[in-house]
């Protein structure tokens, strides 16, 4: 089953403009990641949050994690059109050898020039 | 440091015919590998998850004989998708977790590009 679920599910900005993306999930979690993916290609690792962590700065990106209401949400600042892609967030359950994750449905964002 | 890669990017083949997707750890060794599907415009699904050495664990829907997993060596695993039919048509995607990198402390899996599948 879905457990990540992100909103909204497209969103098109002017270049320069902040992004917003939220992802809401239903079970506790151990950490909460998002994750890039350009057209037909792989997914790249944006950033990592855990459980104990409420908010983690990485470049342009910024990400919340509020555990009591079982959302995340990555902040895109300065965007460009080079940041046009789909973006995933991922939760994993537990760590350790048995972690897996459970993807979002995505959204795509579109930076325009 | 951390690249995965995967093997062939793309391949088309008839209805009925197995097709193998490898994926290579490339500087580190993968004790665990994921493989996902995704359709267009969708989200990555879970198939199976492979430790070295170890049969693959199989989400559930997923069909065992269908789609083989082998998981041989730290640093390889393939995905077998035997009598293939159109609707196994879709992008398939590996992702290893390891060790051997500064960053496997994070417990992060690292992506490969995908494999396109298409099958007439």
């Known amino acids: 089953s879905q457990q990540g679920e992100e909103d909204p599910q497209a969103l098109s900005i002017q270049e320069g403009e902040n992004a917003t993306m939220n992802c809401s999930y239903k079970?506790?979690?151990?950490?909460l990641q998002w994750y890039r993916q350009n057209s037909g290609r792989g997914l790249v690792h944006l950033i990592l949050?855990?459980?104990?962590?409420r908010e983690k700065h990485s470049g342009r990106l910024r990400v919340t994690l509020d555990t009591s209401k079982k959302s995340s949400s990555l902040l895109i600042t300065a965007s460009r059109a080079a940041d046009t892609a789909s973006y995933f967030c991922?939760?994993?359950?537990?760590?350790?050898?048995?972690?897996?994750?459970?993807f979002g449905k995505g959204i795509t964002l579109s930076v325009r020039p | 440091g951390a690249v995965v890669s995967q093997h062939p990017s793309r391949v088309i083949c008839k209805s009925g015919t197995s097709v193998k997707i490898e994926c290579r750890s490339l500087?580190?060794?993968?004790?665990?590998m994921f493989w996902y599907r995704q359709f267009p415009k969708q989200s990555l699904m879970l198939m199976a998850t492979?430790?070295?050495?170890?049969?693959?664990?199989?989400e559930q829907g997923v069909e065992k004989d269908k789609f083989l997993i082998n998981h041989a060596s730290l640093t390889l695993s393939t995905l077998t998708v035997t009598s293939a039919h159109p609707e196994d048509s879709s992008f398939y995607i590996c992702?290893?977790?390891?060790?051997?990198?500064?960053?496997?402390?994070?417990?992060?899996?690292?992506f490969g590009p995908g494999t396109r599948l298409t099958v007439l």
């Open positions: 492979s430790n070295e050495g170890s049969k693959a664990t199989y």
């Open positions: 992702s290893a977790r390891g060790q051997g990198s500064p960053r496997m402390g994070n417990n992060e899996q690292f």
């Open positions: 079970t506790s979690i151990n950490n």
């Open positions: 500087d580190f060794q993968a004790t665990t």
């Open positions: 991922a939760t994993a359950l537990q760590t350790g050898a048995n972690s897996k994750l459970t």
């Open positions: 949050i855990r459980s104990n962590e």
